[in-house]
């Protein structure tokens, strides 16, 4: 099975994290999600965060930095997810392709519903502020 590599940015400001619903019509519509997308070929995965961050939610990372790699069998597709902190960065993030998007208190997360490969993410953000 072909593993899709995918670039996640945990967008932090103020201790709260910005995450946005996923569309309907793609694998695991209707999820909420932290932004990112796939990593093209022969792009690195900073080139790819900066470049789909700026497309779906309209900032310019100005500070990135790894936080963890995840891999995840959902049985149809294999994804291995890059997850990077998002430190510092320009613009006001927003649902740019008309996505719903919200702020969100680290201890809130576990209130909204995502992908099963996000779970670990959220544990390690949790443990993080307590």
């Known amino acids: 099975m072909k593993v899709v590599d995918v670039a996640v940015g945990v967008i932090r400001q103020d201790n709260k994290i910005f995450v946005s619903k996923r569309a309907e019509d793609v694998h695991q519509g209707g999820l909420w999600e932290f932004p990112g997308g796939k990593v093209e070929a022969g792009e690195s995965v900073e080139s790819a965060m900066c470049r789909e961050l700026y497309e779906e939610v309209g900032i ?52 909204l519903n995502f992908p099963a490969a996000n779970q670990a993410i959220i544990d390690k953000l949790q443990s993080q502020t307590k």
Do not use: C, N
């Open 60 to 111: 310019e990372v100005t500070k990135q930095s790894p936080f963890m790699l995840l891999e995840h069998d959902y049985g149809d597709k294999h994804v291995r997810l890059h997850i990077h902190m998002i430190e510092q960065f320009k613009g006001r993030a927003h649902g740019k392709e008309g996505q719903l998007t919200q702020w969100i208190a680290i201890d809130k997360l576990v209130d």
